[in-house]
């Protein structure tokens, strides 16, 4: 069994920066992809970025692209999310899960999921 789990969220003034972590316990996550998702309040789950079960590949949503970049540590069994310039729309839950296909921004791709942590982003 594979358990996730995220940390790093907070409140930041806009233009600022976090990083979010996302630990597994359990089996290893080499063999698998990885993305990140958020939810904001009253709204559907998002796709964030995604990166390839050796890191050497990711994809980001328009919307966080040059800002976030997604990395991982496969020794460590550990995936990052780091998020520079921080806007109030960023503000949202951010989960991190593992993907079943390979890289994709399908949600229903994903069979592992964190329980997400807040980041608040003021202007």
């Known amino acids: 069994q594979v358990q996730l789990v995220e940390s790093g969220g907070g409140l930041v003034q806009a233009g600022g920066s976090l990083r979010l972590s996302c630990a597994a316990s359990?089996?290893?996550?080499?063999?698998?992809?990885m993305g990140w998702f958020r939810q904001a309040p009253g709204k559907e789950r998002e796709f964030v970025a995604a990166?390839?079960?050796?890191?050497?590949?990711?994809y980001y949503a328009d919307s966080v692209k040059g800002r976030f970049t997604i990395s991982r540590d496969n020794a460590r069994n550990t995936v990052y999310l780091q998020m520079n310039s921080l806007k109030p729309e960023d503000t949202a839950v951010y989960y991190c899960?593992?993907?079943?296909?390979?890289?994709?921004?399908?949600?229903?791709?994903?069979?592992?999921w964190g329980q997400g942590t807040q980041v608040t982003v003021s202007s």
């Open positions: 990166i390839s079960w050796s890191g050497s590949t990711s």
């Open positions: 359990g089996r290893t996550l080499s063999s698998h992809a």
């Open positions: 899960a593992r993907s079943l296909v390979g890289l994709t921004t399908r949600v229903n791709a994903y069979d592992y």
